[in-house]
DNA sequence: ACGCTCGTGCGTATGTTATACCCAGAAGTA
DNA sequence: TACTTCTGGGTATAACATACGCACGAGCGT
């Protein structure tokens, strides 16, 4: 241990590759449990992972994992990060909405491929390589624009929080239509019918114009639908600020 | 229940002992065990929530709850939706802005105030009664404007997706901060620390910039100015959608 | 060659958890 | 009175994270 870790979370250390081990290579590596955990939750879901699973995955024992990693949050953090992976370049010559609307594309199309990351209980703000890795890239896409850092910063968060809940919504709604063998659809139709039979009229009226308008029951002209018009109606905003500032 | 207490919030009921009914009814009630797992949840956190610990607040036998909930992720659900309760009314003769805008800050109050629940993994889309009062708090927020049925669902979600991830952020470094046992100034000075020692500017060169522009050392001059800030500019956007339709 | 230490994997043991299953008394009903 | 139903409880099980100490092998200094 060097003096940059001190008093750094070990999670931190292993996944920024402070904790390089000079062996040559022993049957278990950082990597390789990581990895194993990862195709773990991406094949039978974040509960599935355990300790004793992830080891049985890959042929050792349940205790032996804990010469790499402290906790099991230690290894999900790391798992998540190892699934963020590097985001993807930025588009070039477009100018930051491009930059952000791809950021945002790009973040949700990971979050669909790998539901299981959404569902990893995080609680400490990002910190680890690949998600600053993100950050980077959204940042970026800011780059010779007006807005003040805070700005971009604040920018980010709201991206990616956009990402985060429409993922973690669409997820839910696949995830309730797999658990009762039906597709998408449907599951979107039954959770209609279910707020129609809930849900008063009488004590919520707006809700009941909602569910009588049939927008439940009918499905998205474009997938994502609702997400891009969220995030369109924020760029758009974001928009008027810079050209607000641009000619005063 | 006697016809007195038809309609009267149940905390009265409660508070003015009219549900007292000694020796008669069970000792164990829902409302009673999501009380306690409320209660447990307030004080010791999310993960003291066991139903154990629920029963023994109570004076129970653990399983004895079983006979009042299905499973623990349903007791959690009900806590949840128990914690959220009714949505303030809607500030009259105000627009769809302030109407969206106290609903976006009571809903991140809400949070604020009872941290854990933004813990409790959901994996269902809302529907709980609480959570239709809310979605109906906010639909009927946009009233009268000329949004469509499935832009005002859409903007429900991206507002409370905003709420939702930036109150999960100032937990995080809440939770951080109280672990540390330093103030929440200090935990975000140490986050952009962290920042700074840990992101290579070469490898990150807009996250290097931000960290240069010392933001993550700056206080916010207001608290959630970039929850604010977030939340003004999608309404922007949105302000100008409505706009260009109302004038074609 | 010989101990010594350290790195690495393992097995056992403990405490916590959710929850299945069955028992006992009480209360209402035929 | 007999019977069923309702409510609470206790016991048992299985999964889980993880503390702790043992064992084996590699390098290293003597």
Do not use: C
Not at 45 to 51: E, K, P, R, T, W
Request: proline content about 7%.
């Amino acid at each position: 241990m060097s003096e940059y870790e001190e008093g750094m979370p070990s999670v931190l250390a292993a996944a920024w590759g402070l904790r390089e081990r000079p062996g040559k290579g022993p049957r278990l590596t950082l990597e390789r449990i990581v990895a194993a955990g990862v195709k773990v939750a991406a094949t039978d879901g974040l509960s599935a992972v355990s300790m004793g699973r992830v080891a049985r995955e890959l042929g050792a024992a349940t205790m032996s994992l804990y010469r790499h990693v402290t906790t099991k949050d230690e290894l999900l953090e790391l798992m998540v990060d190892a699934a963020v992976g590097q985001p993807p370049p930025l588009p070039p010559g477009g100018g930051w909405r491009a930059g952000l609307t791809s950021f945002a594309r790009a973040y949700l199309g990971l979050l669909r491929r790998q539901p299981w990351v959404i569902r990893v209980p995080l609680n400490s703000p990002p910190i680890m390589p690949n998600q600053i890795a993100w950050m980077d890239y959204g940042l970026a896409a800011m780059g010779g624009t007006v807005l003040r850092q805070d700005e971009r910063l604040s920018t980010i968060m709201i991206v990616s929080g956009i990402v985060r809940s429409w993922a973690l919504l669409s997820a839910d709604i696949n995830a309730a239509a797999q658990a009762g063998g039906v597709t998408t659809e449907q599951s979107t139709f039954g959770y209609g019918r279910l707020l129609k039979r809930l849900a008063d009229p009488a004590r919520f009226p707006a809700v009941g114009e909602l569910v009588a308008s049939g927008v439940l029951e009918t499905p998205d002209a474009a997938p994502d639908d609702d997400f891009e018009f969220g995030l369109a109606r924020f760029l758009d905003g974001l928009e008027a600020l810079i050209r607000s500032r641009e000619t005063p």
